[in-house]
């Protein structure tokens, strides 16, 4: 049993970082009363940990490669949990997104490691093993993500981060007995001029679009980030064609199959994850249950996405990627649009169905997308490939929340203007801030009723567009996938068969 020790340290981390991308959906409500927070705010506590890591994980593998493996993972370990602690400690809402910012940041010098390191602690069949497992673990993490954050948030909602301290502490001790230190010969140094345009170019788009949610598209704090960071990110693209060893080859995009890979990665989990938060806003704060009934509702997503990715997933990868992702996607899509199936008076059991079906989208492209990245470029570009890849997730999740606020909140301001509501804006962005039940309370009490009525129907209509913009979404990446794609299947004997080479990140 000590050979699977490493795996176990690898997977800890893994796991964590994972799951702390979707864990804080359920306690979003809590948060907002707690803290007093705004909309803004609070997709700032979702969106700056998954933007820190798509904009650092490539560079940090490069940092892996030159100062090795062991040593970024255990820095990584320890930054995150020192994050999550300063996460649990934070009176204000400023504080605790910059604790997450951070712990973005912690997250990604791990995620840049785990698959290199698993590919220097195992060889052979127990290498193939390893990665079955690990995959398994990255299945489980973003299922049981909103299930976990409801049970700890019965608590208090600052023990979603608190419980990462005894895993960190578990994950440092396991890492310095089990795992070997391991770098790569003649690495390059890291490309700062890449990782720091790239990171200002996404966060500026990023910033933009939730400004544009709460001020509107012309407000200049929304176009003017946006239109900044459309500027560094070309500026980025030239300044990477001119390195001789960039954090990201753009060159690659060329490559027709790498392209629609990563319109995939980018479209699936802004189509299949982003509207989670809206959904757990309206199961608590318009239905009123708790952290913990919120977080079961999404038993469907989180059973069927990692029992099909467990079962399905050695048959799915003899397939050629194109039918798999692009199927997947697809899948991904239809289940939005019968999420869009909700009302004004529905129950929280309309979203068993589209949630299920969602579930089985999701298990059946997600564990493909990487072996499909490897498969689209030459060998000695698949670390690179699968930092790539990670990159797109983690940027399609945090431009998914963002850009689902501004739908949200331009329908549900359309419907209260409708019904008369006084200050349709504000209250429209209340509403996105779980804040429903101070609304309808502090209204005179012949009015309530009415209120609670509109407010249902506004919220509602909000989700209802969110959830055919997350559809469409999720049908447009599938087309893609399956009119760009070429490449065989991994499986099939191509060039690219082998596992992953070292570097995953970079």
Known sequence: MRKWLPLV?????????????????????????????????????????????????????????????????????????????????????ELLIGARAVQGIGAAAMLATTIALINTSYEGRDRGTAFGVWGAVVGAAAAMGPILGGALTELDWRWIFYVNLPISVFGVVLTLIAVEEARQPGAPRPDVPGIVLFTLGAGGIVFGLVRAAADGWGAPVAWGPLAAGVLVLAAWVRVERSRRAPMLDVRLFANRSFTGIMLGALLL?????????????????????????????????????????????????T??????????????????????????????????????????????ANPTLASAALAAVP?????????????????????????????????????????????????????????????VDAAPAADRAGLADLLGSAYASGLREVFLVSGGAGIVGGLLVLWLVRAAAPSQGGPRAAAPEPAPAR
């Open 379 to 439: 060998r000695e570009r698949s670390g690179m490939a699968s930092g790539a890849v990670n990159t797109a997730r983690q940027l399609g999740f945090a431009l998914g929340v963002a850009v689902l606020g501004s739908v949200f909140t331009a329908q549900a301001a359309s419907v209260l203007r409708d019904g008369d509501a006084a200050d349709p804006e504000a209250t429209a962005a209340a509403l996105t801030a779980g804040q429903t039940g101070q609304l």
């Open 9 to 93: 340290a690898i997977c800890t981390g893994t796991f964590m970082l994972l799951i702390d991308v979707t864990i804080v959906n359920v306690a979003l409500p809590d948060m907002a009363t707690d803290l007093d927070t705004s909309f803004s705010q609070l997709q700032w506590v979702v969106d700056v940990y998954a933007l820190a890591l798509a904009a650092l994980v490539l560079g940090a593998g490069s940092l892996a490669d030159l100062y090795g493996r062991r040593r970024l993972y255990l820095i990584g370990l320890g930054l995150f949990a020192l994050a999550s602690l300063a996460c649990g400690l934070a009176p204000g809402a």
């Open 269 to 317: 989990n802004g189509a299949a994850f982003a509207h989670n938060l809206y959904i757990s806003l309206w199961l608590q704060s318009v239905l009123g249950l708790s952290p913990l009934q919120g977080g079961l509702v999404f038993i469907p997503l989180s059973a069927f996405s990692f029992t099909v990715a467990a079962f399905a997933g050695r048959y799915l990868q």
């Open 319 to 364: 397939l050629p990627p194109r039918f798999v992702v692009g199927g997947g996607l697809i899948v991904i899509g239809v289940a939005a649009l019968l999420l869009a199936s909700i009302q004004a008076d529905s129950s929280w059991r309309v979203l068993v169905p589209g949630l299920a079906v969602l579930g089985i989208g999701v298990g059946v």
